[in-house]
């Protein structure tokens, strides 16, 4: 008799663990997707889903959406002011260079900036430039054997392709004009023995056209009289 209660007593506890666990409310959570744009001192890009870039590398983020789930609550939750909405699309700078610059009063009576326009490769990569009809880029083919097969060793191919570019508007231009100025500070910023003259070239040249305009973040200098 002893026995066959003790074996009863164990059967009604496996029946009441699994029991508890049926009840327990099953939680679920929802998780945006988010890929990272490393960019490293010498302009080498690279993606990153889920892993943020290395330090004092430029870092922008790409959320894409967020996969869906219905969780059961346990209990009614109590009404929160829901967070804002996230920005889903476009790259947004989120660490690098971030210089607030904006026009000097003084320079209100200097010319407008040179166009600018913003460029998108096969790739999908958005830059600025003030070439309106760049060179085009070379964009690999996949080359395959007589039999359909991809091996190490074959020959290369690739189709050239036109970057596509688009006039940036006037109203933005000294926006546009400072952050390609951001950038050649970034590169100019890690820049090594090697590339430093060709990159600190390019980063006078942009100050120089930005400070020769409207754009101007400081007062204009006068020229001193003879």
Known sequence: MRASTMTAVAAEMRFVSALLLLCAPLVLSAQDTVFYKCTDAKGNVSMQNGTPCAAGMKQEIRRIG????VPVPAKKPTAE????PPQ???FVLVSGPAAQRRPATEAAGLPPPPPLFQCRTWEGETYFGEDAAP??????????????????????????????CAAVPEA?????WYRRLDEAEFKLRYADDGSRRERQAAFDAVDAKIKASRCATTAPTVPAVP
């Open 88 to 90: 889903y699309g476009e």
């Open 66 to 69: 967020e996969v869906k789930v």
């Open 81 to 84: 002011e829901p967070p804002p």
């Open 135 to 164: 060179p085009p880029r070379c964009a690999p083919l996949q080359v395959t054997g007589i039999d359909g097969r991809v091996s190490p060793g074959m020959a290369s191919a690739c189709e050239m392709r036109p970057d596509s």
């Open 172 to 176: 933005q231009l000294c926006a546009s």
